[in-house]
């Protein structure tokens, strides 16, 4: 049986401008595992729209929907004597 580190998983994210509502797909176990885990626990927000051997897809409202690049590191400044 194959596992995760023997092929590549894909995972990826959707929205329409103007839509109330996001779309993550993920074949990776962690992300699954996450995905199901937020099914349960918030039921009127997520929804399923996809689930077979080969993924899972879940629908969650756009306000979850966010990107953390990694901040800038700031230069320190030599004390000026």
Same mark, same amino acid.
Request: with cysteine; aromatic share 14%.
């Given at each position: 049986?194959?596992?995760?580190?023997?092929?590549?998983?894909?995972?990826?994210?959707?929205?329409? /401008?103007?839509?109330?509502?996001?779309?993550?797909?993920?074949?990776?176990?962690?992300?699954?595992? /996450?995905?199901? /885990?937020?099914?349960?626990?918030y039921p009127k927000d997520v929804k399923v729209?996809?689930?077979?051997?080969?993924?899972?897809?879940?629908?969650?409202?756009?306000?979850?929907?966010?990107?953390?690049?990694?901040?800038?590191?700031?230069?320190?400044?030599?004390?000026?004597?």
């Open positions: 049986m194959l596992s995760d580190k023997d092929y590549e998983t894909e995972t990826y994210t959707r929205f329409c /401008k103007n839509d109330s509502r996001a779309y993550l797909f993920s074949e990776d176990r962690a992300w699954i595992t /996450k995905m199901k /885990k937020w099914v349960k626990d729209t996809l689930e077979n051997r080969g993924g899972m897809e879940i629908e969650f409202p756009i306000e979850w929907f966010e990107i953390n690049p990694p901040k800038k590191e700031r230069k320190k400044r030599a004390a000026i004597n």
